[in-house]
C-alpha cells in the first residue's frame, strides 16, 4: 500500500478549486479520490514505444486538473524534445483519460519545463530497466 500511496503522489491532482470559478469543487472528494486512481491506471496504459514503461512511472505526467465539467487538463512531457512521438503522445493520453468513469472531456498539453530527467522516474521504472 506504501508504493500505491507513493505512486499516487507523483502526480498532481489540484481539483481543490473549480478551474473558472475559484471555489471549492463540488465532486465529492470519495469520487475525487475514485477518479484520480483510475487516471493513474489509465496512464499506465501508454507506453513511450522506445522505452519499456509506461509514462506515468516515466515521470512524464506533471499535472491533472479536474473540474466540476469533467474535463481534465493534463500536463505532460517527454523524455526528449524531439521524440519521434511528440505529436501522437497526447493524443493517446488524452484517449486513456476519456476512459475514466466520470471523465467527460480530456487535452493534454505538452510542456517541457521542468525539462524531464532520469530522477522522476519511479523505483518500479528503474528496476524495469535496471537502474537500481
Not at 470559478?21 to 487516471?39: C, H
Not at 491533472?64 to 469533467?70: A, C, G, I, T
Not at 519511479?122 to 537502474?131: G, H, K, T
Request: aromatic fraction near 6%; include cysteine.
Amino acid at each position: 500500500m506504501a508504493d500505491d500511496m507513493k505512486s499516487r503522489d507523483m502526480i498532481d491532482t489540484s481539483t481543490e478549486v473549480a478551474e473558472d470559478k475559484g471555489t471549492p469543487t463540488t465532486i465529492p472528494q470519495e469520487e475525487l479520490d475514485r477518479i484520480t486512481d483510475a487516471l493513474i491506471a489509465a496512464f499506465k496504459t501508454v507506453y513511450d514505444p522506445e522505452i519499456p514503461v509506461d509514462i506515468y512511472e516515466l515521470g512524464l505526467i506533471y499535472k491533472v486538473d479536474l473540474n466540476d465539467d469533467r474535463h481534465v487538463d493534463i500536463e505532460m512531457t517527454l523524455t526528449a524534445p524531439g521524440c519521434p512521438v511528440a505529436g501522437e503522445m497526447p493524443g493517446w493520453v488524452e484517449d486513456a483519460a476519456r476512459t475514466v468513469d466520470g471523465v467527460q472531456t480530456a487535452k493534454a498539453n505538452l510542456v517541457f519545463d521542468p525539462p524531464w530527467d532520469i530522477s522522476r522516474m519511479s523505483d518500479e521504472a528503474r528496476l524495469q530497466l535496471n537502474m537500481l
